[in-house]
């Protein structure tokens, strides 16, 4: 059975940081392209970053030089550190673990970001 669990949520002041976790069982992780994703009340789904199994990093506009993502294979847990959270980084963020060959995709049930004073 696939599990992915992130952890790591809550409540910030603007300014603050988070840090978010993602572990997952069930799967070959080292294999699995890992992304985090959020989804803001009202709003769309939309891609945070994205890991590679070869450590190819990308990060929407939104978090570039705010946002790190990485990997910890031996523990098949990706993270997303979040530093200077602004109150529209507000949303429940979603951990996905994707692969090409054979096709998978799965996610995780989501943990709720608020960003407020």
């Known amino acids: 059975q696939v599990q992915l669990v992130e952890s790591g949520g809550g409540l910030v002041q603007p300014g603050g940081s988070l840090r978010l976790s993602c572990t997952t069982s069930g799967i070959s992780f080292s294999f699995y392209t890992m992304a985090w994703y959020r989804q803001a009340p009202g709003k769309q789904r939309e891609l945070v970053a994205t890991i590679t199994s070869g450590g190819t990093i990308n990060y929407a506009d939104s978090a570039k030089g705010r946002f790190t993502i990485s990997r910890d294979n031996d523990k098949d847990t990706v993270f997303l550190q979040m530093n200077s959270l602004k109150p529209e980084d507000t949303a429940v963020y979603y951990c996905?673990?994707?692969?090409?060959?054979?096709?998978?995709?799965?996610w995780g049930q989501g943990t709720q970001v608020t960003v407020s004073s």
């Open positions: 996905n673990a994707a692969r090409r060959v054979p096709r998978s995709n799965y």
